[in-house]
């Protein structure tokens, strides 16, 4: 039997799983810690691929979701922020090296939307937004069948647009951006702002706390915590609608995380949306909804990509 | 011989052109106002179609340029802002029932776009975004060689995303748009706004004055005029930002009448968009160039679109 193996980096964890070429439940499922060992991370992915290389099928090709920039023609990984030490590495090269089958590398959020739309909550859409909303804010396209790359595979930082000039920093450096509003990160940081200037909260007495935390004190009734989730997505909104004005998509998926706070940041986040979109002939057929894959979005999202780069 | 008629709907003239199927300098060429004699818009255009028809050659289809939105499935004006009553307006099957031959109808900026990356600045490029900064703001992008259409048509709107929220009133009726920043409507409204304020001015003694006024006092030092142009640059290198990490372009097409003030908006849009990119990765092979085909961009957009059209 055909099989292929794909793989999910992530900063935390590296996952790999070997797929049947005709169904999406792999065969086999391996989780490792993304460090360890003192081995370098691409010397524990081959160790890994090794370990999941099946006995008796034939490997077809190896589908790798990665962190950070990646030049898609090439299979390099320009840099990752998660992964330290990547900078400019031959991640496709080192791994077609050894294995000598086709190896395709790809951002983790912009295949996370190539599940979404072929496995997921967007299947039999065209055009579709796709927005993870985590620790940081990852973001993926479908236009028209196919998955926005841009010229050297870099389109679709979706967390990455100005929203506010000179406003919250960004964890990249710069000022005002999406992810420095909505991101997990950015709700943990003005929590942690409003204490700061004594506000009252009944996170106050925990040293430490989580976005899962400030969900848990806003559902509770916790004032501050409520509005750390009314900001993120109210600024959520505005990014929807400008992504609305600017691909006119017919389905919006949101995934990550936060999003799984549910209306704590959806409802504030509907409510910013409807307030700046451009008419109400960008809602004619449009679905806004949640992710399907969950944690297996950078798996199947590889999986699809794989796919899709055999039939060409 | 084969030909193909193309107009551009502007919201002051309608310009008609007969283009051989072959070449891109056209046998005839007519323009008319928009408004006049009493004539609905579309009977105007029925009429100039109808005075532009060859006797001899045969008309192979039309294109139309035309401002709003529009449904590009139907070919339906859904509304037009510069063309009061055309509201869900079926512009082409109006002049297909009458002409009896294939008809296309794309937004003029949208158009525009394909124009300049088919026949202009774009040229050899395979992901252009290109902006149009004339009194608003409007944009088509390209992507891997297919102009970005959305599910209904109505993508690219780039003069509208939210830069600032709650910052200046867009003509659209939204806050803080890019096209309330650095349209030229936009340079003469803050101009306005700082003469109000008492700021001085060369321009306080002229009782109205247009972009092209304000352009020829900055140029000669008026300290107003030129933060005009400043503001509208810094708004713009912003905006330019947001679409490299948005569509990763490899090209970027700058056409309008306010582009053509030159370094006045120029020069504080490279500043700005420099201060505002999210890393270098991005500045590699992107051409940054100005619009090639001025006035016929509309004209010769929708000629390609045709031939689009027609090929598939």
Redesign the interface.
């Known amino acids: 039997m055909d099989v292929f193996i794909c793989l999910d980096i992530g900063g935390t964890n590296i996952r790999a799983a070997l797929y049947p070429h005709n169904k999406l439940k792999p065969i086999k499922h391996i989780r490792i810690p993304t460090q360890g060992n003192g081995q370098s991370v691409e010397g524990r992915i081959l160790a890994l691929i090794e370990e999941i290389w099946p006995k008796k099928e034939t490997v077809k090709a190896i589908g790798l979701a990665a962190p950070g920039?990646i030049d898609a023609k090439t299979g390099m990984v320009?840099?990752a922020v998660n992964i330290p030490g990547w900078v400019m590495m031959p991640l496709r090269k080192i791994i077609k090296r050894r294995f000598q089958v086709p190896v395709f590398v790809g951002n983790d959020a912009r295949l996370a939307a190539l599940g979404e739309w072929q496995y997921g909550a967007a299947r039999g859409?065209?055009?579709v937004v796709y927005l993870t909303i985590s620790t940081g804010v990852g973001g993926g396209v479908i236009?028209?069948d196919?998955l926005?790359?841009?010229?050297?595979?870099?389109?679709?930082?979706?967390g990455?647009?100005?929203?506010?000039?000179d406003g919250e920093m960004c964890t990249?450096g710069?000022k005002g951006h999406l992810e420095s509003y909505s991101s997990g990160k950015a709700i943990e940081n003005y929590v942690i702002e409003q204490l700061r200037n004594g506000k009252n909260s009944t996170l106050s007495n925990m040293e430490v706390f989580s976005t899962k935390d400030i969900a848990k004190a806003a559902k509770e009734g916790d004032a501050v915590s409520k509005s750390a989730f009314e900001r993120a997505g109210d600024?959520l909104g505005?990014a929807l609608?400008?992504y609305l004005?600017?691909?006119?998509?017919?389905c919006i998926v949101l995934g990550g995380g936060v999003i799984q706070t549910g209306d704590l940041i959806l409802q504030p986040m509907r409510e910013s949306l409807k307030k700046?979109m451009?008419?109400k002939?960008?809602e004619?057929?449009l679905t806004i909804t949640t992710a399907e894959l969950g944690d297996d979005a950078g798996l199947l999202g590889a999986l699809a990509f794989i796919k899709i780069k055999k039939k060409k």
């Open positions: 920039y320009i840099s859409h065209h055009d236009i028209n196919r926005l790359m841009g010229s050297r595979g870099l389109a679709t930082e979706l990455h647009i100005t929203l506010q000039p990249c710069q600024y505005i609608a400008n004005h600017i691909f006119n998509p017919s700046h451009l008419g002939v960008y004619i057929n």
